[in-house]
């Protein structure tokens, strides 16, 4: 069965500092998320990528918030300066053009200190 | 307001008892999704389902959908201590990107 793969699986970094959450989607997948879950809360979704460009982003994924396909296979996500607030499981996701439902990483425990 | 509700929030049986979770809403979707969830893990899809009253068996689970495409049960025949985790509805929003609306998931507890 293919798998989305997510590194670190946990990861703890003092407020301020830049983190890069690191994803490999499936290989033929073409629609790439990112996606968060603060601790008791829903999975909230923060972008979308599709043909090497953000296709939709929300409110959350503000100025400090970046994501790049660099070498087409993996999918970032950098977080410039993290904040308190930012503390949260991080899901990386990924599906092809016919499939409706997605397939999800495993994801990153981001804990800011 | 939540586009989805989920009820319960919270549910706690006896291994080989059947229970049902609803997802509802006041929208009509083209799509819904069940994902499962377990703690420290992503959602691992179960089932989608796209035709209003349609019904789909995974094993133990059925899912439904409603008639009018705005709202979805899952139910479980005899409960095993295999099938705890957080369960979710989602839809798709936006026609380009399919990103995944939520709900605020049902968390399953099945006791031995």
């Known amino acids: 069965e293919p798998e989305v793969t997510q590194t670190p699986s946990h990861q703890v970094t003092q407020m301020g500092q830049e983190v890069i959450l690191r994803c490999v989607p499936i290989?033929?997948?073409?629609?790439f998320y990112w996606y968060r879950q603060i601790l008791g809360q829903k999975v909230e979704f923060l972008v979308s990528?599709?043909?090497?460009?953000?296709?939709?982003k929300s409110e959350i994924f503000d100025d400090q918030f970046s994501v790049e396909r660099p070498d087409g296979s993996n999918f970032t996500l950098k977080i410039r300066s993290t904040k308190l607030e930012d503390s949260a499981m991080y899901f990386c996701?990924?599906?092809?053009?016919?499939?409706?439902?997605?397939?999800f990483g495993s994801g990153t425990r981001l804990t800011v200190v | 307001t939540q586009l989805l509700e989920q009820s319960p929030q919270f549910l706690s049986i006896q291994e080989g008892e059947n229970l049902t979770v609803y997802c509802n809403s006041s929208?009509?979707?083209?799509?819904l999704q069940w994902y499962r969830q377990e703690p420290g893990e992503g959602p691992v899809l179960l089932v989608t389902?796209?035709?209003?009253?349609e019904v789909k068996k995974l094993k133990r689970l059925t899912f439904q959908f409603g008639d009018a495409r705005k709202d979805s049960s899952l139910h479980i025949t005899a409960a095993q201590p295999g099938d705890t985790g957080l369960y979710l509805c989602?839809?798709?929003?936006?026609?380009?990107?399919?990103?995944?609306?939520f709900g605020q998931g049902t968390t399953l507890q099945v006791k031995p």
């Open positions: 996701a990924s599906r092809d053009a016919l499939v409706i439902g997605y397939t």
């Open positions: 290989s033929n997948h073409l629609y």
């Open positions: 990528f599709y043909n090497n460009e953000i296709s939709e």
């Open positions: 929208s009509v979707f083209s799509s």
């Open positions: 389902v796209v035709t209003g009253g």
């Open positions: 989602a839809v798709g929003r936006g026609s380009n990107t399919g990103k995944l609306i």
